[in-house]
């Protein structure tokens, strides 16, 4: 089983929990269901982004739903942002940044 980590900003923030939150429950249970699926290895429906370190977990609902994410070897997957399909490019962007961060700060493998 993988460990979940949440990303977070210097100040605190948690862009992921942000987004999540401000969806419906039913929306944010279905989502909790597929990063249970991705903690015991099961990534479903996913791909990696194009000149990005980052994978990109696609949910077939709502409105296309993406999350962002990395994993750290076998052990931690980074959970960085999410978006709908109509803000994917401009969230990777800022999940980009928020690895580069992540790494700056944190990460020493």
Same mark, same amino acid.
């Given at each position: 089983?993988?460990?979940?980590?949440? =990303?977070?900003?210097?100040?605190?923030?948690?862009?992921?929990?942000?987004?999540?939150?401000?969806?419906?429950?039913?929306?944010?249970? +279905?989502?909790?269901?597929?990063?249970?699926?991705?903690?015991?290895?099961?990534?479903?429906?996913?791909?990696?982004?194009?000149?990005?370190?980052?994978?990109?977990? +696609?949910?077939?609902? $709502?409105?296309? =739903? +993406?999350?962002? =994410?990395?994993?750290? $070897?076998?052990?931690?997957?980074?959970?960085?942002?999410?978006?709908?399909?109509?803000?994917?490019?401009?969230?990777?962007?800022?999940?980009?940044? =928020?690895?580069?961060?992540?790494?700056? +700060?944190?990460?020493? $493998?």
């Amino acid at each position: 089983m993988k460990e979940i980590i949440l =990303y977070e900003t210097e100040n605190g923030k948690c862009p992921y929990t942000e987004w999540v939150e401000n969806l419906s429950l039913d929306y944010q249970l +279905r989502i909790q269901k597929r990063v249970n699926k991705l903690k015991d290895g099961l990534k479903g429906d996913w791909k990696k982004l194009k000149n990005s370190e980052l994978c990109e977990l +696609r949910l077939d609902f $709502g409105k296309g =739903y +993406r999350i962002y =994410y990395k994993e750290l $070897g076998n052990i931690i997957i980074l959970l960085l942002s999410g978006s709908d399909k109509k803000d994917q490019v401009k969230t990777i962007k800022q999940a980009n940044k =928020y690895y580069e961060d992540f790494k700056k +700060r944190n990460y020493k $493998g």
